[in-house]
């Protein structure tokens, strides 16, 4: 069904439902308020608009459907900017996250270990 539409816009704010028209290869729309516009690529895979302005999202359905190079543009690139929140990637990049953090933390300590202590610079300033 949702493969059908040209345009999706829905106002549930979860990311799930949009995370999927896009991977569907939809260009949505949303709201600024909520969750789901932290995953939007404003004007790439769709639009993100004024939560309470009405009039701004009658423009943005009126202007993907009748602009179809700008509609097709965004339906093939939703898809791909939709994949970073795939379940493998997703993890590489947890992964990847992690390893940074323990590695600069580890490199911290390293770092600190390696300078004299407070009490070794007093001890050499009473010498």
Do not use: K
Request: aromatic share 4%; with cysteine; glycine share 6%.
């Amino acid at each position: 069904m949702i493969r059908r539409t040209d345009v999706f816009l829905d106002d549930d704010h979860s990311r799930e439902i949009y995370i999927e028209a896009q991977a569907c290869g939809l260009p949505v729309l949303v709201s600024n308020e909520g969750g789901p516009h932290e995953m939007m690529d404003d004007g790439l895979s769709g639009r993100v608009l004024p939560g309470a302005d009405a009039g701004a999202w009658s423009q943005a359905m009126i202007d993907l459907l009748n602009d179809a190079p700008l509609r097709e543009r965004m339906a093939r690139t939703a898809p791909l900017r939709m994949a970073r929140y795939a379940p493998a990637h997703a993890f590489e990049s947890f992964r990847s996250a992690h390893l940074a953090a323990v590695d600069n933390a580890s490199d911290t300590q390293t770092q600190e270990a390696m300078q004299p202590g407070a009490e070794q610079l007093s001890d050499a300033v009473m010498v």
